[in-house]
């Protein structure tokens, strides 16, 4: 099993930055990549940003140039630093690790972002 902890949520003004953490524990061996994905009221869950262990990133379209992933090595960590935010990206961030097999889910992180 492999456990992550999400933090950094919370609410910002339009325009402003803020940066979600996941710490990452457990069976971390089989973990191929780790990313964010995110919710908003009345939608379904979407992909944010991915980043794979072979060092590969991808991002979705509404948040190339604003998002980055990152990833800190020794504390077993995955950042996600977001500028310039916009009211749009107002939604409940996940966590996400997967293997060849698995995939696991933080219990998510609101971020609020105000006009």
């Known amino acids: 099993q492999v456990q992550l902890v999400e933090s950094g949520g919370g609410l910002v003004q339009a325009g402003g930055s803020l940066r979600l953490s996941c710490a990452a524990s457990g069976r971390l061996f089989s973990i191929n990549g780790m990313g964010w994905y995110r919710q908003a009221p009345g939608k379904q869950r979407e992909l944010v940003a991915v980043r794979r262990y072979s060092g590969s990133t991808n991002y979705a379209d509404s948040v190339k140039g604003r998002f980055t992933i990152s990833r800190d090595n020794a504390k077993n960590t995955v950042l996600l630093q977001m500028n310039s935010l916009k009211t749009e990206d107002t939604a409940v961030y996940y966590c996400?690790?997967?293997?060849?097999?698995?995939?696991?889910w933080g219990q998510g992180t609101q971020v609020t972002v105000s006009s």
């Open positions: 996400n690790a997967f293997s060849a097999y698995d995939e696991y």
